[in-house]
């Protein structure tokens, strides 16, 4: 029981890089699931919603600037 204990408690060591291209293959929609169960474990959960409320930002704000660029 204690080796469970002492497993969730240790830190998840992802770095920026991989929890960007968790998120980018999310967004895609293609992942294997042997890579998806590496990133629970790997990935911090808060590190992911924040890279994902950035990539949400920037995608709307490419289509919005794309929008504009083709109705000028």
């Given at each position: 029981?204690?080796?469970?204990?002492?497993?969730?408690?240790?830190?998840?060591?992802?770095?920026?890089?991989?929890?960007?291209?968790?998120?980018?293959?999310?967004f895609?929609?293609?992942?294997?699931n042997?890579?998806?169960?590496?990133?629970?474990?790997?990935?911090?959960?808060l590190h992911?919603?924040?890279?994902?409320?950035?990539?949400?930002?920037?995608?709307?704000?490419?289509?919005?600037?794309l929008?504009?660029?083709v109705?000028?």
């Amino acid at each position: 029981m204690s080796h469970k204990v002492a497993a969730m408690a240790s830190p998840r060591k992802g770095s920026i890089l991989q929890t960007a291209r968790a998120v980018a293959w999310a967004f895609l929609g293609v992942r294997k699931n042997s890579a998806y169960q590496q990133d629970l474990g790997r990935l911090n959960p808060l590190h992911v919603i924040v890279v994902a409320l950035v990539a949400a930002l920037l995608f709307v704000l490419a289509l919005v600037g794309l929008v504009h660029w083709v109705v000028n």
